[in-house]
């Protein structure tokens, strides 16, 4: 029989977490990305409305 190496819930958790890291701050990182890009596209459709009603 092999030895099955136990650890404390603790030390999985952190393992896991360890694990869980890149992908979250990946996740941040892309949710920043869509956050600017909403603002750009909020401001653009700003300055067209407003050149829009100056044209009329």
């Given amino acids: 029989m092999t030895k099955i190496k136990k650890l404390s ?3 999985a958790l952190n ?3 360890k694990a869980d890291t ?3 701050s990946r996740r ?3 949710t920043d ?4 890009e909403i603002a750009r596209m909020k401001a653009q ?3 067209l409305e407003r050149s829009q009603k100056k044209r009329d």
């Fill in 9 to 11: 819930v603790e030390k």
């Fill in 28 to 30: 941040d990182q892309e």
């Fill in 15 to 17: 393992e896991l977490r």
């Fill in 45 to 47: 459709r700003l300055r």
């Fill in 33 to 36: 990305a869509l956050h600017e």
């Fill in 22 to 24: 890149p992908k979250s």
